[in-house]
């Protein structure tokens, strides 16, 4: 039983990861979205590789680095699945 049960964890895991890289690609494709879509985006793909925020906030002459160091902040604690099922949920609302 262990067997199958790894077996389905690999594959849900496979299918996350499939579903985001598909997300990717549409979100290279997207028309110019806001920039609190844009931040969005990027905390989740962020939390989605990178787990927790492991770097300290960009100094406050860094408007961008701040923006997009919060975007990432506000992911903390997601997991990696969960991360990559709201990058995915983020990037259908923004192609529909």
């Known amino acids: 039983q262990l067997h199958v049960c790894a077996a389905l964890v690999t594959r849900t895991?496979?299918?996350?990861q499939e579903e985001f890289n598909l997300a990717v690609e549409v979100a290279n494709k997207l028309p110019k979205a806001s920039n609190?879509?844009?931040?969005?985006?990027y905390g989740w793909f962020k939390q989605s590789n990178l787990g927790?925020?492991?770097t300290a906030r960009p100094?406050?002459?860094d408007m961008k680095g701040k923006a997009k160091w919060d975007a990432w902040e506000k992911c903390k604690g997601v997991s990696k699945?969960?991360?990559?099922?709201?990058?995915?949920?983020?990037?259908?609302?923004?192609?529909a």
Do not use: P, T
């Not at 895991?13 to 996350?16: H, L, P």
């Not at 609190?36 to 985006?41: A, H, I, V």
């Open 13 to 16: 895991m496979s299918a996350f």
């Open 36 to 41: 609190e879509d844009m931040l969005e985006m």
């Open 52 to 54: 927790d925020v492991n």
């Open 59 to 61: 100094g406050m002459f």
């Open 81 to 95: 699945e969960e991360a990559m099922q709201k990058y995915c949920e983020v990037i259908k609302r923004l192609s």
